[in-house]
C-alpha cells in the first residue's frame, strides 16, 4: 500500500512538474531586459526619393502613406506633409519666430511638436495640422516618439522621458552602449517594442531597449551620408527615423538632406 502511495504521488509530482514546464516555455509575453554588447549591422537600401534639402529636419514618422516633418532653425521652422515618391511638399505651417521646431510625435490624433529651447510642446489636429494648443516642460527639446500609450522624449543627454498623455513625466532611463553611457540622443522612433535614436553628429542609429535603456543594435549608416549629397549642397548630419509598419522599413534622412531612404534594418 506504502508503495502504491508513494508511486502515485511520484506520478502526480511528475505531471505537475511537466505542467509547469510547458507553461513556463508558453509564457512569452514579454522578453527579458537586454544586456551585453550591442549587434553592429548594416541597413540594405530598399528606395531613393527626393527630400528637400532646405529642410532642416527634427523629427520625421509615416502615418496614412505620407511622411510627417519637423523642420528647424529660428525663423524657418515648420510643421510638414509631405508626398513619398516625390518629395513634394503638400502642406506646411510656419511656426512662429520664436521657436526652433525639433521632435514630432503622432499621438491620438494629434501631432506634438517640441521646440528646443523654448520649453513648448506644440499641439495640432490631424491630419489637417490646425494649431490646438500647448504643453509645457522643462529643459531642451529634442526627440519625441510615442509608443501608443505614452510619449518619449529626448533632451541631448543620455536619458530618455516618458511622459503621458498630458505630458506629465511618468518614468526615466539612462542609455548605455555596453555599459557606458550614450549622450546627444537626438530624433527617436518607437517600433517593434523597440526605440530607435540618432545621435547627434553620429552616423549611426541605435536600437535601444525601452525597460533599462541598454543599446540592442547599432544600426551602420555611413553609406547613407556618403550617398546623400552630391557634393555641390552642403549637408548636416543623419537625423529622422520613421517606421512603415506595413512594409517594416524605416524612411530615413538629414539636416539638409536632398535624399531620403527607406531601409531595411537586418
Not at 551585453?36 to 527634427?58: K, M
Not at 496614412?64 to 518629395?87: H, K, W
Not at 557634393?231 to 517594416?248: C, E, F, K, M
Request: aromatic content about 12%.
Amino acid at each position: 500500500m506504502k508503495k502504491q502511495l508513494s508511486f502515485a504521488v511520484k506520478k502526480w509530482a511528475l505531471l505537475l512538474a511537466v505542467l509547469l514546464w510547458v507553461f513556463a516555455c508558453s509564457d512569452n509575453s514579454s522578453d527579458p531586459p537586454f544586456s551585453g554588447p550591442p549587434e553592429f549591422v548594416t541597413p540594405t537600401i530598399v528606395n531613393t526619393f527626393d527630400h528637400d534639402s532646405t529642410s532642416f529636419t527634427q523629427g520625421l514618422l509615416w502615418a496614412n502613406g505620407l511622411l510627417y516633418e519637423s523642420g528647424g532653425l529660428y525663423r524657418q521652422s515648420t510643421l510638414r506633409e509631405v508626398e513619398i515618391a516625390s518629395g513634394t511638399v503638400l502642406n506646411s505651417v510656419a511656426l512662429d519666430d520664436q521657436y526652433f521646431a525639433e521632435g514630432l510625435a503622432l499621438f491620438d490624433s494629434r501631432l506634438v511638436q517640441l521646440t528646443w529651447l523654448e520649453n513648448t510642446a506644440l499641439i495640432y489636429s490631424f491630419p489637417d495640422m490646425t494649431l490646438q494648443g500647448t504643453f509645457s516642460y522643462s529643459g531642451e527639446g529634442w526627440g519625441l516618439t510615442t509608443n501608443g500609450s505614452e510619449y518619449i522624449m529626448s533632451n541631448g543627454t543620455d536619458r530618455i522621458v516618458f511622459r503621458d498623455e498630458d505630458f506629465r513625466v511618468t518614468r526615466e532611463i539612462r542609455v548605455t552602449i555596453d555599459g557606458a553611457s550614450l549622450p546627444q540622443l537626438n530624433e527617436l522612433e518607437y517600433a517593434n517594442g523597440s526605440i530607435y535614436a540618432n545621435v547627434w553628429r553620429d552616423d549611426k542609429i541605435y536600437e535601444i531597449d525601452p525597460e533599462n535603456g541598454a543599446v540592442k543594435k547599432v544600426i551602420d549608416c555611413a553609406q547613407l551620408w556618403a550617398l546623400a549629397g552630391d557634393g555641390s549642397q552642403s549637408i548636416d548630419v543623419l537625423n529622422g527615423i520613421a517606421y512603415r509598419p506595413d512594409t517594416g522599413t524605416f524612411y530615413c534622412t538629414g539636416k539638409l538632406w536632398p535624399k531620403l531612404f527607406e531601409i531595411e534594418i537586418p
